[in-house]
């Protein structure tokens, strides 16, 4: 018997950012393990058109959902969508609906957040920090709350190289920062971002280290727990391998890595690349808000949700494994091959951007206008190298983070929730579970059919033929124009041509001769 399941069993949830990449992963475990929970409450937004209705509909009708289905069948039931919005003040709840919400609560687990490097200091600290503020105020006025699961990144203190599960104090206090986004003007903001963001490389992790602040600050006599994942990756194991719905991450570059589009990346192969698996982090995640409601921990406990000190793997094995799973299951309608060399310096990297990227881009473009088409490659591969110039920071570098915590509590656990809800990343195989990676980008993020397989690789052929033509043909044009230009291009010209001539002449005799 599970003690985890059976924890959450009769309890009502609230999670925000359901509708995200972790939350629907840890919404569709809770269900599952737990199909006897009284109701998970999801704040969600209308969007992109779709009513709350919609958007739960979609989430319970997907392939993550399907396990879900044959052990909780009165799961739409079981599901309660709240129209919130978290940039709103009282995130635009209704007054019934938060009143059901204060009353009955029990556990929150609060993954809500922009995710977005680039996002606009303003509304990075609205999400990350003045939601987290108002949710931790809601969740102090409810009188059956047993825990409160605060969902960081382990990234939040990048601008360290050893990382404790301890929260670091940032220089301005977040009230400080909160009030003045309050009145500031948004070129005043642009202007401070840089110095208030420090040697933080974006708004997002600042912003998170902010919120981490915020929770410290203002837990009063919550039962609050932080939880620090890394790089969240695909699923491991559970529901099934390879489960995947966004960009974010390492997906987006698997992704053009498969198109042919990424040829060349900014990676420093030996460092280790921090990728945990999103099942992974949602059994810790489950483990640590049993734990945090039974055991009441006396302060608020940080767990580092990570894979390098433990099992760590770096971007050169994975960007090898990925590549050679493209070699076995190539994605649908390639631009090139798939082929990604690491380089480590600018120079470099500026040459293959302009051979690897532009210039096919370019090429492409005017291949496009010929034939009557709009060109839209150049504008593509544009975003590719901004998007790889955003995450270069987190694949050249390395970072240690002490898993104390974390390995405290799967000591608490017992065999059985250990199994049901392992967070143990030293059993994973990471060429195992790379592969499974870019088989599940392929089948549930890009819903490519595995029946088109024969045809994706034809198609490869013929981009690899293509290619030798091109270079050919280029070789031989780059050659004729040396010859017109250069007297000594023209005398190895000659040279080789009369070593050829005798050689076969040598041939030709020599198999007369035989006869
Ligand atoms: C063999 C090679 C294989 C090697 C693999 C190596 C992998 C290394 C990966 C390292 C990842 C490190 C991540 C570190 C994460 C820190 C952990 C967290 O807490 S952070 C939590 C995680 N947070 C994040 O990961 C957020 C990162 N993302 C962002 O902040 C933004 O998307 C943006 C600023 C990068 C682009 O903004 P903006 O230009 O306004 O555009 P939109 O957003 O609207 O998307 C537009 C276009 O960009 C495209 N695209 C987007 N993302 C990626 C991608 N990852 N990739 C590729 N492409 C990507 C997308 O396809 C789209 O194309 P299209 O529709 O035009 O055709
Ligand atoms: N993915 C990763 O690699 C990592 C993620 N994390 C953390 O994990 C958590 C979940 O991340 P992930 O699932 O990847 O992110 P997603 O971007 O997939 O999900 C973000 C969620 O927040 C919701 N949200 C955003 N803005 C609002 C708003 N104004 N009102 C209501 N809801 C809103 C989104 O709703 P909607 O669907 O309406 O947009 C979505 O449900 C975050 O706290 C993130 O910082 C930590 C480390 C790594």
Same mark, same amino acid.
């Given at each position: 018997m599970s003690m985890i399941a059976d924890f959450y069993g009769g309890k009502s949830i609230l999670i925000t950012g359901a509708?995200?990449?972790?939350?629907?992963?840890? +919404?569709?475990?809770?269900?599952? %393990?737990?199909?006897?929970l009284r109701v998970i409450y999801i704040l969600v937004r209308p969007k992109a058109g779709q009513t709350l209705q919609q958007r739960v509909f979609q989430i319970l009708n997907s392939k993550l959902f399907e396990k879900v289905k044959e052990v909780c069948p009165n799961v739409h039931e079981k599901i309660r969508a709240i129209s919130a919005d978290l940039n709103q003040n009282d995130f635009a709840i209704s007054k019934e609906d938060m009143q059901e919400l204060l009353s009955y609560t029990n556990i929150i687990f609060h993954c809500a957040a922009t995710?977005?490097?680039?996002?606009?200091l303003r509304h990075a600290v609205q999400l990350n920090v003045t939601a987290t503020q108002q949710?931790?105020?809601?969740?102090?006025? +409810?009188?059956?709350?047993?825990?409160?699961?605060?969902i960081s990144t382990a990234f939040s203190n990048c601008n360290l190289k050893h990382i404790d599960e301890?929260?670091?104090?940032?220089?301005?206090?977040?009230?400080?920062?909160?009030?003045? +986004?309050?009145?500031?003007?948004?070129?005043?903001?642009?202007?401070? %971002?840089?110095?208030?963001?420090?040697?933080r490389p974006n708004t997002y992790t600042y912003t998170k280290a902010l919120g981490e602040m915020v929770v410290q600050q203002e837990s009063g006599k919550l039962n609050i727990a932080i939880i620090r994942p890394s790089i969240v990756g695909a699923t491991?194991?559970?529901?099934?391998?390879?489960?995947?719905?966004?960009?974010n991450g390492p997906t987006g570059l698997i992704v053009a890595a498969g198109k042919g589009f990424l040829r060349s990346i900014r990676a420093t192969p030996m460092a280790v690349a921090d990728l945990i698996p999103a099942d992974i982090v949602v059994n810790l995640t489950l483990a640590v808000g049993w734990?945090?409601?039974?055991?009441?921990?006396?302060? %608020?406990?940080?767990?580092?949700? %990570?894979?390098?000190s433990l099992n760590p793997c770096n971007w050169g094995k994975m960007g090898i494994q990925v590549l050679a799973t493209f070699e076995k299951i190539p994605l649908e309608r390639a631009f090139r091959r798939p082929k990604a060399d690491f380089t480590t310096n600018n120079v470099t990297t500026q040459y293959w951007n302009a051979v690897s990227h532009r210039a096919p881009a370019i090429i492409y473009d005017f291949y496009?206008?010929?034939?009557?088409?709009?060109?839209?490659?150049?504008?593509? +591969?544009?975003?590719?190298?901004?998007?790889l110039s955003m995450l270069e920071y987190f694949i050249n570098r390395s970072w240690e983070w002490s898993t104390y915590n974390t390995e405290m509590l799967m000591s608490k656990l017992s065999p059985e929730d250990q199994r049901v809800f392992n967070f143990d990343v030293r059993q994973l195989n990471w060429l195992e579970y790379i592969e499974n990676y870019v088989l599940g980008v392929k089948k549930y993020l890009l819903k490519e059919d595995m029946a088109g397989i024969p045809e994706a690789k034809q198609h490869l052929k013929r981009l690899r033929n293509i290619h030798y033509l091109f270079n050919t043909a280029l070789f031989l044009i780059?050659?004729?124009l040396l010859i017109a230009r250069s007297q000594v291009a023209r005398n190895v010209w000659f040279f080789i041509v009369s070593f050829c001539y005798k050689f076969l002449s040598y041939f030709r005799a020599s198999s007369t001769l035989k006869v």
């Open positions: 509708t995200g990449f972790l939350g629907k992963v840890l +919404m569709e475990k809770l269900f599952r %393990t737990s199909p006897d995710v977005r490097f680039d996002d606009h949710l931790l105020l809601m969740a102090s006025q +409810m009188p059956n709350l047993e825990a409160f699961i605060h301890v929260i670091y104090p940032c220089p301005v206090e977040p009230k400080k920062i909160i009030d003045s +986004m309050e009145w500031l003007d948004d070129a005043i903001i642009d202007e401070i %971002t840089p110095k208030l963001i420090g040697d491991w194991q559970e529901p099934f391998p390879g489960w995947v719905d966004n960009i734990y945090t409601a039974v055991h009441r921990p006396k302060s %608020t406990l940080i767990y580092h949700c %990570t894979s390098g496009l206008r010929l034939t009557g088409r709009k060109p839209r490659m150049t504008k593509l +591969m544009n975003r590719l190298l901004r998007t780059a050659w004729r």
